[in-house]
Structure formats: C-alpha cells, structure tokens
C-alpha cells in the first residue's frame, strides 16, 4: 500500500481512467434502460478506482489537501448514488450527468495529487473525524441533488421548447428528479446541521471563530433550510427549487474544496 501511496499522480491518473468508461458510455450511448446492466458494471469500476486512491492516500493518516478532498467526495458520492439506484432504478439515468461532471473534478483532484505533500499527514482525533464524515456525507448529498436538479432543468427545458435529443430523453422524468433532489436535501440539511454543530463543538474550548469555510457552510444550511420549508409549505418544484439546490451546491463547493484551493493552491505558489 505503501508503495501505491508513493507514486500519487500514477494512481490518480488510474483513478481518473476508471471514471471515463462510464463517462463516455453516457456521452455516446447514454444509459435510458433501467434494467441495463451496463449501469453497474460501469458504476463500479468507477467507484472502485476512487477507493483505490482515497484509501491509498488515507493510509498513513488524514491528509487535509484538496486532491484527498476531492476523491474522498467522489468516492462517497458514487456510494450514495449506488444506494439510490439500488432502491429506485428509476434515477440510474441521472448518471448521464453524474459521470462526466466526476471525472472533470477526477482529473482535477489528480492534478492536485502532487500538491498535497505527505508531511501534512496526521492523526485526527474522534471528534475531527466525525466532524469531517460529516461534512463529506453533507458535501455528497448536495452534489447528487444538484445532479438531480441540473437533470430536472433540462428535462423541463427539453418538454417546454418541445425539442427531441437522444441524451434529454434518457434522463429520468422531471417529476423524478424532483422527488429525488429534494430527498437528498432533505438528508444533506441533517449532515449539514450536525457538522455545524461539531465543528462549534471542536473550536469551543479555543474560542468559536467563523472563518470563510464557517461563514459559507451556515449560509448554505440557510438556504437549504428554506428551500425545505418553502417546499413542504407551499410544494415549491421545478425551475424555481432547482434553482435554490444549485445555489446551496455552489456556497458549500466555495466552502469545502473552494476554501482548500485557495489555501494548498493558489497561496503556497504566492
């Protein structure tokens, strides 16, 4: 494992290379059949090169880099996804979308690989490391229901202009997508509210400071916080909801890898 660990841009590139089959599968012939057994063959060579990477890099300690970030979330992201459309193989669809946006953040996070050095290794206590399972698992959710909103835009664009496209047309109904983003904001609202919580509880004895990775994450909690009550009060969907998840997606994005590209990036070559 060692030896796999050390060599950090050859595994990111292997990483990358198991997200593409699935990838181009959705761009050339995208997946419509919910019985296409394709979906899983693909799924899971993808996920398995991401847990490939995210272990071998996690295996001598937490690593707070961007390129760790970005494939641990990618990891927990085709897990979550995997579970989904076990239950409801209506949404498999929705990786037309879910695979090609992943292997741009795949071939971004193996462009960072070599910016994470290996002495920013640590052992993180039990308190750090719910907090940052937390936050991933809130991280996952969102951009699966910004997959799903993204895929409900289209649909409901598509139906609007009465325009025909094979990729349009193999994407889940708008109603589908719908049910699905705002289950999972529903679920990322929890993890969202309880990493909050333990980040406050693991700055309390130090002082609680609100630093722009805070700051961004309440603001996203706030918006989908009334994006929730909107709905269930008045049964906001559609364009307007899309809308609010994708808003929530970008805050949280600025937040959790945003905050770390400036810091491992863009200031350590200042």
């Known amino acids: 494992m060692n030896a796999i660990a050390s060599q950090p841009v050859l595994l990111g590139s292997l990483a990358v290379l198991s997200l593409l089959p699935a990838a181009l599968q959705s761009l050339r012939a995208p997946l419509a059949s919910q019985a296409d057994n394709r979906f899983w063959y693909l ?16 295996a001598q300690g937490w690593q707070p880099g961007l390129a760790v970030a970005l494939w641990v979330t990618i990891t927990t992201v ?4 995997a579970g989904i459309a076990w239950r409801n193989p209506a949404v498999k669809p929705i990786g037309n979308i879910l695979f090609p946006y992943l292997v741009i953040v795949g071939a971004f996070g193996a462009l960072a690989l070599p910016g994470d ?12 490391v719910i907090h940052v399972l937390l936050s991933v698992a809130a991280y996952a ?24 496209s094979v990729f349009v047309n193999s994407l889940p109904p708008v109603t589908v997508g719908d049910r699905m983003q705002i289950n999972l904001l529903l679920a990322a609202g929890c993890f969202l509210s309880f990493s909050v919580i333990s980040g406050i509880a693991e700055q309390w004895d130090m ?18 916080t009334a994006l929730l009550f909107v709905h269930f009060r008045t049964g906001l969907r559609g364009r307007r909801a899309a809308r609010f998840a994708l808003g929530a997606y970008l805050l949280l ?9 400036v810091t491992d990036i863009l200031l350590q070559r200042v």
Not at 78 to 81: E, M, V
Not at 141 to 161: D, F, G, H, P, Q
Not at 207 to 224: A, E, N, P
Not at 254 to 260: E, H, N, Q, R, S
């Open 78 to 81: 085709l897990a979550i996804f």
């Open 141 to 164: 959710l969102i951009t699966l229901s910004a997959v799903a909103a993204v895929s409900s835009l289209l649909k409901e664009r598509a139906l609007k202009a009465r325009s025909q």
């Open 207 to 224: 002082g609680i400071r609100f630093d722009h990775k805070s700051l961004l994450s309440v603001v996203s909690l706030g918006i989908v």
């Open 43 to 58: 799924l899971g060579c993808a996920f398995g090169g991401s847990a490939l990477l995210s272990v071998s890099e996690l």
């Open 117 to 128: 050095p290996p002495s920013a290794t640590y052992a993180a206590d039990w308190g750090t």
């Open 253 to 261: 994005s600025l937040a959790y890898p945003g905050v770390k590209f």
